[in-house]
């Protein structure tokens, strides 16, 4: 074992009540290389390697990794003699301890400083002596704030001259999520953490959102997938498969390619937030069980299967998730060969289904204008196939996706004294897209409506666009889809109004003629 002593100034804040003593002192790059680490990954760790250890905390690499980059800049810099104004680090380093290496023999002691003094020794005010005891394997203290200037320094010609550092240190105060905390909060004016780190890194220290109980079993059971090598008595498909490290590549398993954040709003929302009972490990079973018995039954798999293929959709698994995990919630777990029979007895009939999507058709079909649209059609479709599937119509869950059994309606409405839609006396009529001409009597019984309203009646189509095509340029009546409708009392009788819907993708619009009779 060795030791460093340096003498410090101890400033102590109070905050809320609370105390917090922090103590400044003066050390060499050098020597803080020697009793403090760096609590980083490396750029390289494989996803589920970062997860196994999240699994477990407290744990030691939660900090970005070295940026050789950086490191390189503050050697140069501080190692350039030449000007007439020499490079000074007057930036202090932010150390903490490091819980997990605390031990017999390897720690801080800090004392009092005294002087002598007639009759005896005298303390000195704020002056406290830290006594530093560590080893090259084993080392006391977290490099919070500073890791490159440390580095770049102890490369430099500098790397003896003492630079400021602050240390943040109490038994039981500076706890390891207190430390990640501050972490997070010195750095924001530095370079941000890429989302991806910080998320697993609030997991690590049940910072919010982890603070609660949904997204902590959610995330839980994301570790799990990304872990294991088998779940549910089966091989796991998604080992490795869920990107944890945002330094490398996210890797994904066909459509299943989600972030481990992307991954717990997933289980979090569709699952625990439902009031889901079962164990994060259990959860995370019955999705490589759901996942196992989907790929198994789909026949156009490594071809051109949007689930199961280059081709995938990712959209198109969020969807199935969702389903799946509401089920799961309102319903708990089967067997391997219980889902089996799930997904292929009538009316789900997945086995049946074409999951290349054949309908999907041009590359621009599932952009930024058609995606999101897309997105919520395929988790609503998933939903009541998993939980309501006679809300398919007898239909194939991939032709009801296309739109095949899709309605609108169109609402007529009274107008009252002050121009707004009246509920009184409605009139209403259910239409299939792409039908054609269709009549709507707006007066139907006698009674004046001068209000129109559209919506999608079934969840498998929406509204891209209501508008006067009989017109240049064409008008657009957008109103006619908001709550407050569209006053149509300036049209005459058989005005024309087209309704342009979509189902999945953007190559499944169709153009619907409305005609307004009196």
Not at 30 to 42: G, H, W
Not at 105 to 129: C, E, L, W, Y
Request: hydrophobic letters at 40%.
């Amino acid at each position: 074992m060795s030791k460093i002593v340096v003498d410090t100034m101890r400033g102590v804040a109070s905050i809320g009540g609370e105390l917090f003593p922090m103590y400044a002192g003066f050390l060499s790059a050098e020597k803080i290389a020697q009793v403090a680490v760096v609590p980083n990954f490396q750029r390289t760790k494989e996803h589920h390697q970062i997860a196994t250890d999240i699994a477990t905390p407290p744990i030691d690499e939660w900090q970005r990794p070295l940026d050789n980059d950086k490191v390189n800049k503050v050697r140069d810099t501080y190692s350039d003699l030449s000007g007439a104004f020499k490079n000074l680090m007057a930036n202090p380093v932010l150390l903490g301890i490091a819980p997990t290496k605390i031990d017999e023999t390897t720690r801080v002691n800090i004392t009092q400083k005294t002087v002598p003094a007639p009759g005896g020794a005298i303390a000195v005010d704020n002056v406290f002596s830290l006594t530093i005891t560590y080893s090259d394997d084993k080392k006391p203290l977290w490099i919070l704030d500073g890791q490159h200037r440390v580095e770049g320094l102890k490369a430099s010609v500098q790397r003896d001259e003492p630079i400021p550092f602050v240390l943040l240190y109490e038994e039981g105060r500076y706890t390891a999520p207190f430390l990640a905390k501050i972490f997070t909060h010195v750095t924001t004016g530095a370079t941000p953490m890429e989302p991806l780190h910080a998320e697993w890194m609030r997991y690590s220290f049940e910072l919010p959102p982890y603070d609660n109980a949904f997204a902590k079993n959610a995330m839980r059971a994301v570790i799990e997938l990304c872990k294991a090598s088998s779940l549910g008595d089966g091989v796991n498909p998604l080992q490795n498969k869920i990107q944890f490290n945002p330094y490398v590549q996210k890797p994904g398993y066909f459509a299943f390619a989600f972030t481990c954040a992307e991954w717990m709003e997933i289980v979090r929302d569709n699952y625990y937030a439902r009031g889901g009972p079962l164990g994060p490990e259990e959860v995370a079973a019955e999705i490589a069980k759901g996942i196992r018995v989907l790929e198994r039954n789909d026949a156009r798999r490594g071809m051109n299967s949007r689930f199961f293929s280059n081709a995938a959709h990712t959209i198109l698994a969020e969807g199935f998730l969702s389903g799946f995990l509401k089920y799961v919630a309102s319903n708990g777990p089967k067997t391997e060969a219980e889902w089996e029979s799930f997904f292929l007895s009538p009316p789900r009939d997945f086995g049946r289904c074409d999951w290349s999507l054949p309908f999907v058709r041009s590359g621009g079909a599932m952009s930024s204008t058609f995606g999101p649209l897309s997105k919520q059609i395929a988790q609503e479709c998933f939903d009541v196939a998993f939980n309501d599937p006679s809300y398919l119509g007898g239909n194939l869950l991939t032709d009801f996706l296309e739109g095949v059994g899709a309605e609108v309606r169109i609402f007529a409405y009274q107008k009252t004294a002050a121009g707004r839609l009246s509920n009184r006396n409605p009139n209403q009529l259910d239409f299939r897209p792409g039908a054609g001409m269709v009549p709507f009597h707006l007066n139907q019984g006698g009674t004046v409506r001068d209000i129109v309203r559209l919506e999608p009646k079934t969840v498998n189509c929406r509204i891209l666009w209501v508008g006067d095509m009989r017109v240049v340029p064409a008008k657009d009546l957008k109103k006619a889809t908001t709550a407050q409708g569209l006053d149509v009392s300036s049209f005459a009788s058989g005005k024309e109004i087209v309704v342009r819907t979509m189902s999945y993708s953007g190559d499944t619009q169709r153009e619907t003629v409305i005609r307004l009779d009196r």
